[in-house]
């Protein structure tokens, strides 16, 4: 069973969908799996980084994409031996991710890697184009929304940021038109997918509305 969300930056869709697979069971009673695509797509870029691959050169992307050591271990990404969580939310890797995701073939690489990893297992996945390219026969479907200001007043408060709230604000807008401009998986609210503005909504408030459906149509 697969529950799959998508949204823009800021929208809280990793810590609803991390509520929701450590509290919700699949039909056949096993728990569900958390996978946050984006966080491919950010290791892939600090991978880059590192290996001096400029972020915007396809060729050489690719190619590291279809190398690339990414495996889970107890829920957790590694690059390699390397727990890189912690490292794929810098001004860095932010500021790259958005062009490198846009490369179509390296979705179709992070596509595989998140159809595999979700395979058999009752899973929660998230990103931008889980509901409409990656599982849109997926039985839950979510979007989940909030203003640009929102946003960038969340992203400030979570402090892991250098800039200013005005400069998150723009580097959000920026990274939003790549986002909703790509030529394969752009962010879009997909044909019944149920779509929900969390401006002024808590996470308790947002998880609520979301498990609610689910049990409902459960
Ligand atoms: O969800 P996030 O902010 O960690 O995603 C990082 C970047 O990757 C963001 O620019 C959007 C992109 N992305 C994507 O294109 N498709 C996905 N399924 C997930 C993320």
């Given at each position: 069973?697969?529950?799959?969300?998508?949204?823009?930056?800021?929208?809280?869709?990793?810590?609803?969908?991390?509520?929701?697979?450590?509290?919700?069971?699949?039909?056949?009673?096993?728990?569900?799996?958390?996978?946050?695509?984006?966080?491919?797509?950010?290791?892939?870029?600090?991978?880059c980084?590192r290996?001096?691959?400029?972020?915007?050169?396809?060729?050489?992307?690719?190619?590291?994409?279809?190398r690339a050591?990414?495996?889970?271990?107890?829920?957790?990404?590694?690059?390699?031996?390397?727990?890189?969580?912690d490292?794929?939310?810098?001004?860095?890797?932010?500021?790259?991710?958005?062009?490198?995701?846009?490369?179509?073939?390296?979705?179709?690489?992070?596509?595989?890697?998140?159809?595999?990893?979700?395979?058999?297992?009752?899973?929660?996945?998230?990103g931008?184009?889980?509901?409409?390219?990656?599982f849109?026969?997926a039985?839950?479907?979510?979007?989940?929304?909030a203003?640009?200001?929102?946003?960038?007043?969340?992203?400030h408060?979570q402090?892991?940021?250098?800039?200013?709230?005005?400069?998150?604000?723009?580097?959000?807008?920026?990274?939003?038109?790549?986002?909703?401009?790509?030529?394969e998986?752009?962010?879009?609210?997909?044909?019944?997918?149920?779509?929900?503005?969390?401006?002024?909504?808590?996470l308790?408030?947002?998880?609520?509305?979301?498990?609610?459906?689910?049990t409902?149509?459960?």
């Amino acid at each position: 069973m697969v529950i799959a969300i998508d949204g823009p930056a800021g929208t809280g869709k990793s810590t609803i969908a991390r509520m929701l697979a450590e509290n919700c069971k699949g039909r056949d009673g096993k728990p569900f799996t958390y996978i946050n695509s984006g966080n491919l797509y950010r290791a892939i870029t600090l991978g880059c980084l590192r290996e001096g691959i400029p972020p915007s050169d396809p060729v050489r992307v690719l190619e590291y994409a279809k190398r690339a050591p990414l495996v889970y271990r107890e829920g957790k990404l590694y690059l390699g031996d390397e727990m890189v969580e912690d490292l794929l939310h810098s001004d860095e890797v932010d500021a790259h991710v958005s062009p490198l995701s846009a490369i179509v073939p390296v979705r179709h690489v992070v596509n595989d890697h998140v159809r595999k990893l979700a395979a058999g297992l009752n899973a929660v996945v998230e990103g931008r184009d889980m509901t409409t390219v990656v599982f849109p026969n997926a039985e839950y479907r979510f979007y989940l929304d909030a203003s640009i200001k929102e946003r960038a007043r969340r992203r400030h408060e979570q402090g892991v940021s250098r800039l200013g709230l005005e400069e998150i604000e723009a580097a959000i807008a920026k990274r939003d038109a790549i986002d909703r401009n790509k030529e394969e998986g752009s962010l879009t609210v997909g044909d019944g997918v149920s779509c929900l503005d969390t401006s002024d909504l808590t996470l308790n408030q947002v998880y609520a509305t979301l498990i609610e459906k689910i049990t409902m149509e459960g």
